[in-house]
């Protein structure tokens, strides 16, 4: 149980264009998720937290009109990388906590690798 | 802010050797602490955790002590198998921190027969 994926596994696209990262609670529903970015031999790093229904809170630093995030149901949230660059290249990673769960667990994605030409 | 400091990696090991996983950790008041590790190809697993101080979090034979003397919570097991290699991640949640996590840089351990 506790599953999350996330799809694509990786993408490659080019500079300028946007791209739209799923992330889903396979067997649980997920009233908060949360994405992180991670940079080759560095730790992950929280960009923002989304909540079902609601705008998500972003992280400073974290350009909310570049990264734009929605949560429209209590199994899926969606990042989407406007107008992508170079710069952008990263390992995306999801995860999601159980609504109504008895702990707070973070349940993570596997992750989606974003390479921009 | 918060921050996470753990050894670099990789670390190669023989079998049923024993392991040991260095974590630090800077914060104020009493976060809960965390061991997450991610085998190849998989997302991140919540090993371990511990949620005050002297608190020992254990799981499939690593365990990991909360010392706030010394802003610690290493990680420990005593015979390694090739199975358990993968990357370790050393995390805090603040407290009342609604589930942020800070997260270490991740070691990776390699385990030989």
């Known amino acids: 149980g506790a599953v999350v994926s996330q799809h694509p596994s990786w993408v490659i696209c080019k500079s300028g264009t946007s791209v739209k990262i799923e992330c889903r609670s396979l067997d649980f529903q997920a009233t908060t998720m949360f994405w992180y970015r991670q940079f080759p031999k560095q730790s992950l790093m929280l960009m923002a937290t989304s909540n079902e229904g609601s705008k998500a809170t972003y992280e400073q630093g974290v350009e909310k009109d570049k990264f734009l995030i929605n949560h429209a149901s209590l199994t899926l949230s969606t990042l989407t990388v406007t107008s992508a660059h170079p710069e952008d290249s990263s390992f995306y990673i999801c995860s999601a906590t159980e609504t109504g769960g008895l702990t707070d667990t973070q349940y993570f994605g596997p992750g989606t690798r974003l390479t921009v030409l | 802010g918060d921050s996470v400091t753990q050894m670099e990696g990789p670390v190669t090991l023989s079998e049923e050797a024993f392991l040991t996983i260095n974590c630090t950790y800077t914060?104020?008041?009493?976060?809960?602490l965390f061991w997450y590790v991610q085998y190849p190809g998989e997302g991140l697993q919540l090993l371990l955790k511990a949620t005050k101080a002297d608190d020992k979090g254990s799981n499939k034979g690593f365990e990991a002590t909360y010392r706030k003397e010394t802003t610690s919570f290493h990680l420990e097991k005593g015979s390694v198998q090739v199975s358990d290699s993968a990357v370790y991640f050393c995390a805090l949640s603040p407290t009342g921190g609604g589930n942020k996590l800070t997260f270490g840089t991740g070691t990776q351990l390699k385990v030989e027969l």
């Open positions: 914060a104020t008041g009493y976060p809960s």
